[in-house]
């Protein structure tokens, strides 16, 4: 969790990142909802800040292999929005995405359901960053949706490198489960990781900066 000492962020600075996450997720949520046109509820676990992108790696060193599927916000608040599955979780959330569609003996490596997850996590990162815009009082865009799965620390090397996520950006991390039906349920994470610049740029337009 982030520290003001370590991080810079005064404990007014990391309530406002919280609630921002607590409203995108949700936004993203119901966008998720209408999307599929199935109920699906939020049930969160925890807002966490941590101090960087190594930090928040610690949080997924007992998952062997995992799915992520980033965006990213290319101007006004740069950064990225990422959701984060334990692979087998991927495999559930795909076939319900897909119905009929998915064959029983179908893996996250099929089109099919790799297209599926990254229209629903497009959807679900354009409420949350319109959510965000909205508290922020800009407009807010992002790119197309990517999709990587695999052993924890190649994806998330990869994400490093392909994605230009810097190991010292800060990463408001939401992690929650999400309950499809009343009897699905699917646990996850959605991230959002400024740029250190854009971070600044978030807590100005929040009124929470420390000029």
Excluded: W
Aim: hydrophobic share 45%.
């Amino acid at each position: 969790m982030a520290d003001e000492k370590q991080s810079g962020l005064t404990q007014i600075q990391v309530d406002a990142l919280r609630e921002i996450s607590n409203i995108g997720a949700g936004s993203a949520v119901t966008a998720l909802a209408q999307f599929i046109r199935k109920p699906v509820e939020l049930e969160p676990t925890a807002e966490v800040i941590f101090n960087s992108t190594a930090d928040f790696r610690m949080l997924f060193a007992g998952m062997p292999l995992v799915s992520v599927v980033s965006s990213k916000i290319p101007d006004k608040i740069a950064g990225h929005l990422l959701v984060i599955f334990e692979q087998e979780d991927t495999v559930s959330l795909a076939k319900l995405l897909l119905g009929e569609q998915a064959s029983s003996e179908f893996i996250i490596t099929d089109e099919l359901g790799i297209s599926a997850i990254k229209e629903v996590s497009g959807v679900m990162f354009s409420a949350y960053s319109a959510a965000m815009g909205n508290m922020a009082s800009m407009s807010l865009m992002i790119t197309p949706p990517s999709f990587d799965t695999g052993a924890t620390t190649m994806v998330f090397d990869e994400l490093s490198v392909n994605q230009s996520i810097k190991e010292e950006e800060i990463t408001i991390c939401f992690e929650s489960s999400f309950s499809i039906n009343a009897a699905i349920r699917i646990p996850g994470y959605m991230l959002f990781v400024p740029t250190p610049v854009s971070l600044n740029v978030l807590l100005k337009s929040l009124g929470v900066n420390n000029t």
